[in-house]
Nanobody, 116 residues
Framework: QVQLVESGGGLVQPGGSLRLSCAASGSIFSINTMGWYRQAPGKQRELVASVNPGGRTNYADSVKGRFTISRDNAKNTVHLQMNSLKPEDTAVYYC??????????WGQGTQVTVSS
């Protein structure tokens, strides 16, 4: 089993920044993709950003140029630096890890609220 624990959400004003972190523990297969998804009220969960085992990143168009995803393979962590936040970024953000064994797991989610 793999456990994912997120941290770093909160309330921030428009234009502000937040950094989300996710720590994975347990039986982690080294070849995995980690990423962040978000779900706003009344909307489907959507991919925000992901990073594959080789470090290649992928971003939703809505966050390109504002968000940066990074991973530390030695510590089994992934981070999401969010800058220039907008009210439409308000959502519950979920960490995801999936690997070549077929494991696909989620963290419990962390609330991000962008409001003045």
């Amino acid at each position: 089993q793999v456990q994912l624990v997120e941290s770093g959400g909160g309330l921030v004003q428009p234009g502000g920044s937040l950094r989300l972190s996710c720590a994975a523990s347990g039986s982690i297969f080294s070849i995995n993709t980690m990423g962040w998804y978000r779900q706003a009220p009344g909307k489907q969960r959507e991919l925000v950003a992901s990073v594959n085992p080789g470090g290649r990143t992928n971003y939703a168009d809505s966050v390109k140029g504002r968000f940066t995803i990074s991973r530390d393979n030695a510590k089994n962590t992934v981070h999401l630096q969010m800058n220039s936040l907008k009210p439409e970024d308000t959502a519950v953000y979920y960490c995801n890890l999936h690997d070549l064994r077929g494991f696909d797991g989620w963290g419990q989610g962390t609330q991000v609220t962008v409001s003045s």
